[in-house]
């Protein structure tokens, strides 16, 4: 595919509209993975794209005693192992300056002055205005600590020259009932508007991609809907185990750490109404109707539109894997599922009876993450009169990972004399077409909330939505009892049940 010659703003461009004022970034969890592996490499990959503002500072926190220079130190081995563009030495040495640390135990009141202080220190040296960015990059059972710390400590409120803005990184609770309370926690000191629920996936380009391609190209939207639709598939497929994070994962599971926010997420941009504007809150209205619309898995409907699964031992990267009740820190009765598939239906005009296949599992054999939207056979006459040779359906499919782009499958004739179809696919790779590779989602994500754009966040109704649909599945998998869960080898795709689901309505997981 040939590249625009020139692009075309998106209108409104956020950054454009909301010059990104000097700021600085607080990092709850400053010293932790995320901050080493996501955010300061985000954060230094904007400098270098020259995004950031020519003012900031990053501030992180933790309870490891560190002084400014060991804590630059230490994010500095983060960045040159997961930063997307290499360390360059000149630019490091001026990035690094406008680093900064301070201890402190989240629950410990006196953590909040100090802070201020120190934000107020660092303010003054480097003329900042006090904007500032609080990230919550620690457990969810320091939030309410954190946001009862900073408004004690006057630093949650916006002034008519500054703001103060929260970053809420998930897991934005367990269930309904904890989700609610990490909203009302966060409620009670920040408004709406200056709360941001993070879900890294709405960072990511072919995610971004999802509305411009159904809303800035006129062939998709008109075919856009249960006449012309069979079914959707949802995959985000992890090849690791559950490597060293068996504690979190206990406690989670598949259901929570990927349907309840990326799953649900995506399938919301699939299934969306026309935004009649690019407004965070409409675009957020639009996805949230979505939310609504989805029909609840209650009781004894887990066990037709749902599947749940545990790896068993096999082979992940070519390495043995021990089956997931003999990994390090899980349970060995452990019945938390390292696989889910759902069949979810959106029952509104547009969606009546199309089927969304979501599945998502650790140790799959691949690392993938695509939307694909089959659309309805053609009618069995000229090339697909023949029952026993159908001609494979048109195949829409959006890659968010890896090899970001989108192809469209169709059938073409195959040259020559004999008369013979044969599925091809018209391919759009990001990195083929524009060259460079997508800036991170962090990157993105850090930028919106700079420019205070929520459009890509979760807003608090739609995070409680989907927690009402994922805990009535969690209750109704809750009635089961079940003392095992369905095994898969690790390496394949999944338990032989989940095949089953989507055989039984004669059709087939995409293989990725
Ligand atoms: N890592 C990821 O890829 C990822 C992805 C999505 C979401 N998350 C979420 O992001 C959060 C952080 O994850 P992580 O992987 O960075 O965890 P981590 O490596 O365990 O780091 C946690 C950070 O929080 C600090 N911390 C923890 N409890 C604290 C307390 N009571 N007072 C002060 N500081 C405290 C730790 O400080 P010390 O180290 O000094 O003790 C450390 O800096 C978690 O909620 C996680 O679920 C992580």
Redesign the pocket.
């Known amino acids: 595919m040939s590249s625009p010659t020139t692009p075309v703003d998106i209108n409104p461009v956020p950054e454009a509209v909301t010059p990104i004022e000097a700021c600085t970034l607080v990092i709850?969890?400053?010293?932790?993975?995320?901050?080493r592996?996501?955010l300061i490499p985000a954060v230094y990959n904007l400098l270098l794209d020259g995004l950031l503002p020519a003012k900031y500072a990053v501030i992180g926190?933790?309870?490891?005693a560190m002084t400014d220079e060991e804590f630059r130190n230490l994010v500095k081995e983060g960045v040159i192992k997961h930063s997307r563009q290499a360390l360059v030495e000149e630019t490091w040495a001026t990035f690094q300056s406008h680093l900064f640390y301070i201890q402190?135990?989240?629950?410990d009141p006196h953590t909040y002055a100090a802070l201020r202080a120190k934000a107020e220190q660092v303010e003054q040296a480097m003329q900042l205005p006090g904007n500032r960015i609080f990230y919550l990059?620690?457990?969810?059972s320091?939030f309410a600590s954190v946001c009862e710390g900073l408004a004690t400590a006057g630093l949650a409120t916006s002034s008519g020259s500054s703001y103060s803005r929260i970053i809420v990184?998930?897991?934005v609770g367990r269930d309904l009932a904890s989700a609610q309370q990490i909203n009302a926690v966060t409620g009670k000191v920040f408004e709406e508007s200056q709360i941001f629920r993070i879900d890294h996936y709405l960072g990511k380009e072919t995610v971004q991609n999802l509305m411009v391609v159904r809303f800035a190209n006129s062939i998709f939207e008109p075919i856009w809907n249960h006449k012309y639709i069979d079914h959707v598939q949802i995959t985000v497929s992890e090849s690791e185990g559950v490597g060293t994070r068996a504690s979190?994962y206990e406690e989670a599971g598949a259901l929570r750490d990927m349907i309840q926010n990326h799953l649900l997420q995506l399938l919301c941009l699939v299934a969306m109404e026309p935004p009649y504007s690019l407004d965070p809150n409409v675009v957020r209205d639009a996805k949230m109707e979505v939310l609504r619309c989805l029909r609840p898995i209650v009781g004894k409907d887990v066990e037709r539109y749902t599947v749940r699964g545990q790896y068993a031992e096999g082979t992940a990267h070519g390495q043995p894997v021990p089956g997931y009740r003999r990994e390090k820190g899980v349970n060995p009765n452990s019945t938390t599922e390292t696989y889910v598939a759902v069949k979810a239906f959106v029952e509104n005009w547009r969606w009546s009876g199309v089927p969304f296949y979501l599945r998502t599992g650790k140790t799959l054999p691949k690392r993938a993450s695509e939307v694909a939207v089959q659309f309805k056979d053609i009618p069995q006459i000229l090339f697909n009169a023949d029952p026993a040779r159908p001609q494979p359906a048109n195949v829409l499919t959006l890659r968010i990972q890896p090899d970001e782009g989108l192809s469209l499958r169709i059938i073409s004739r195959v040259p020559g004399t004999r008369a013979q179809t044969h599925p091809v696919e018209m391919d759009f790779q990001y990195s083929d077409v524009f060259g460079c590779p997508s800036p991170e989602a962090y990157e993105r994500l850090l930028l919106d909330v700079m420019a205070g754009d929520a459009s890509r966040f979760m807003r608090r109704d739609a995070v409680e939505a989907s927690w009402d649909w994922v805990t009535k599945i969690l209750d109704g998998w809750a009635q089961q009892k079940l003392r095992w869960l369905p095994e898969y080898q690790a390496g394949t795709w999944g338990p032989v049940e989940a095949e089953r689901m989507i055989q039984n309505d004669g059709r087939a997981w995409r293989i990725l």
Do not use: V
């Open positions: 709850f969890g400053g010293s932790g993975d995320l901050a592996r996501r926190l933790g309870r490891k402190g135990e989240n629950e990059s620690i457990p969810p320091s990184e998930k897991p979190y």
